[in-house]
């Protein structure tokens, strides 16, 4: 079976084994190792992802109550890292949350209980899904472990995951602009740039208007990340400065500095590279 299996609109069926890390899978499989915080929040954020309903402002709506049942040899050694357990659930829902742009009806609650029916495999686990926003008190039953989030705490939660997320989408954000337009770049990807031509290909190029014929059809390469920016000439391109430095062919320069000036064919066409 898959890692996750939808049974019904609001059942899921987990895997855990198939959701273990590559390297680890056999392993898992050889020896009888329990379900770790990392797997159970895993398996939470890819259910979190089949939510479809929409509120007034199109953002997904996400569900705030969640029935978890496992085998009981794999809820006990839950209990004992109970408060980890809160606080990476806290964690995994708020910024999956924050990463689909959704938003919450209430308290979030997610209840752990043993399978009684004997039904579910070691490492295997159900979980239920549905919307509460009007719960009343707690009444936890005897043997279930349960995990309250407050719904004004995971709203803070979740606006600082998306503030951390806006912040490190602004620090991969380069922009490169030249007289004949701009062009936003996609961080971790390798992209030609050139003077346009037929059968440019339409993915991770972009092509130069406005430049002369002494701009070759694939002339440089920029590849971004993070904190800095590689910046590359094919081998049989003409010339490329960045701030001054010819760029052998063939090779390339990392640049970390917030800005800089490409220059191609000796300053045929000047290009600004900023963030």
């Known amino acids: 079976m898959s890692a996750i299996a939808r ?9 855990f084994r198939e959701l273990e890390r590559p390297g680890l899978r056999g392993l898992f499989r050889s020896e009888e190792r329990p379900v770790d915080p990392f797997l159970l929040c895993r398996a939470l954020a890819e259910i979190i992802q089949h939510a479809s309903l929409r509120a007034a402002s199109g953002r997904p709506l996400l569900w705030n109550e969640y029935w978890v049942v496992m085998p009981r040899a794999d809820l006990e050694p839950l209990r004992a890292l109970a408060g980890r357990l809160h ?4 964690d995994a829902v708020a ?15 997610i209840r752990i209980v043993a399978d009684e029916s004997g039904e579910l495999s070691p490492g295997e686990a159900t979980v239920r899904v549905d919307f509460a926003p009007d719960q009343g008190p707690l009444v936890q039953a005897a043997g279930e472990l349960t995990i309250r989030v407050d719904s004004h705490t995971l709203a803070g939660a979740i606006d600082t995951a998306r503030a951390a997320a806006a912040a490190a989408a602004a620090a991969t954000r380069w922009v490169l602009s030249w007289p004949g337009g701009t062009a936003e770049l996609t961080a971790g990807a390798q992209i030609a740039i050139g003077r346009p031509h037929q059968g440019a290909p339409p ?13 070759n059809k694939r002339h440089a390469w920029l590849w971004p990340g993070p904190g800095s920016i590689a910046i590359g000439r094919f081998a049989s391109s003409n010339p490329v400065e960045v701030d001054g430095e010819l760029v052998a062919a063939g090779e390339s320069i990392q640049l970390a500095a917030p800005a800089a000036e490409i220059s191609l064919s000796r300053g045929d066409l000047l290009l600004r590279l900023s963030r």
Not at 7 to 15: G, I, P, S
């Open 203 to 215: 993915a991770h190029f972009i092509a130069l208007t406005g430049a002369s014929p002494r701009i």
């Open 7 to 15: 049974e019904r609109h609001d059942l899921f069926r987990v895997d």
């Open 95 to 109: 910024g999956e949350a924050a990463r689909l742009g959704a938003e919450l009806v209430g308290e979030l609650r």
């Open 87 to 90: 606080r990476d659930l806290e």
